[in-house]
């Protein structure tokens, strides 16, 4: 699988961007074998030597004098986009045969995209704006909205797949292996993680470090680890304030970091923007006191708040020494523990276990509404006909209300790969499930089942699953059978009924 990608790191950008996309490349290079070129632009600060150290193929555009008409997001790439879609298009064209092109670029929309359409089999757009159009197969917002299942409504095709919400996050490996081997946290504050992202252009830090100094004088015992990006233009201000008598045994300074996971565990609070950084604070479950440091943070940031997940003071302009030092004083232990259970809501991951079973929710609707309308599981279920989006939607709503019904999600390490449905009536539930059509044939319907055989089991309720099978599905006919399951032949529905009683837990799935 040959895949290109196009993003790109600048000290105006911020290193988010090419970050992220570091990650997606180690994940389909592990998961696919994927041969990953880079194509990025030759812009000051521009983190190419984090590419070539990673092992992935680079493939610089030149660098030109900055093009003053361009605005906003524009500016970013110094050019006009039809001069960007030419010189991309050399690259790909010497590339061929590309199977994915990434684009995680704000600067970047449908006009460009379609210029790359005759090359490139798939486009796989990364956004966080929902403020423009897109030709792409699938797109990939991993932020959190209140809204989100309405933010791409007609800015991309009909049949382009949806990846919304945190669930969905790229997070490098170390993360995972963090979570692992993550302790409760007790809601003592002791330990102190500052990172403003990598530019911090409006000195963010400083702000945090002189709160910080005033806030030691009353809390004595705690400690601080400020982190400074490579492209922090105040990073020699930062180091000597760290460095300083005043700051001396408490506060320590580290650059370029390459164990951001590690410093998050060992962390009680983080002082931090509101980047793509807030999905690794939260996988860590790591209450955090945030700025939007961007304008495209602000939205996220606000909608976080509102749902419990962080502490917001506000855009970078309004937010003073004053305003980061009061919600300090305001971090009680009762607050960072109630941020920390709905940071664990967030990524529905409960245990440290590879599968595990969580409750779905509203915001699983996109990849629900996906699952059922999967051809095979439309072939397999009695009902045969596509299901309209809306229907869909006022089910899950219907389903999630009542007790008697339940959804759970079967995930492996946060990512989802399935989903199994009990229908409760006097102790017996009739269980029907599906897999993601990726993890078919690789075990996971045993799995699911067993989880929710090992659920029932440890609740005492219900005792007994049944299950109808159509003829025509041997897949599941094995996995019942293999399980244990009583078979009978259901004359009335012309398939095959499945039960199993006095449910125990099993060890092992």
Known sequence: MKVAIRTDA?????????????????QMRRKKNAKVHFISRNLEGNLHDKIRAAGFCLHILPRHSPDKSLKDYSAWLTVPQNVDATETKAVLRELGNVHRLVIDSYALDIEWEQEMRPLADEIFVIDDLANRAHDCDILLDQNFYLDKEKRYLGLVPENCRLLLGPRHALLREEFYEARKRLGKRDGSLRNILVFYGGSDLTNETIKALHALQSFHDAQPEITADVIVGAGNPHKHEIKALCESPS??????????????????????????????????RCFLELPSIVTATAENQEKIA??????????????AAEVSEAHILSALHAAAVERLAE????????????DMHPLSLRKATKADAEILFRWRNDPDARANSFHTEPIPYEEHIAWLETTLRNPAQEIYILCKTGTPVGQVRLSSENGTA?????????????????????????LCAERGNPSTLCGYVKKQNIASQVIFEKLGYTRTEDLRQNCLYYVKDNLQKTEGI
């Open 10 to 26: 600048s000290i105006a950008i911020g290193s988010g961007h090419l970050m992220r996309c570091l990650t997606l490349a180690e």
């Open 247 to 280: 700051a001396a045994g408490w506060m320590r300074y580290h650059f370029q970091v390459d164990n951001m996971a590690e410093m998050m565990t060992h962390a009680d609070m983080m002082l931090g923007a509101g980047g793509s950084t807030t999905w690794e």
């Open 339 to 350: 941020q920390t259970a709905r940071m664990r809501e967030m990524f529905g991951v409960d």
């Open 430 to 454: 009739a269980i029907s499930y599906s897999i993601d059509a990726e993890y078919r044939g690789q075990g996971y319907g045993r799995a699911i089942l067993r989880l929710a055989e090992n």
């Open 302 to 315: 606000e909608d976080c708040a509102t749902a419990g997940y962080i502490t917001y003071l506000g855009k």
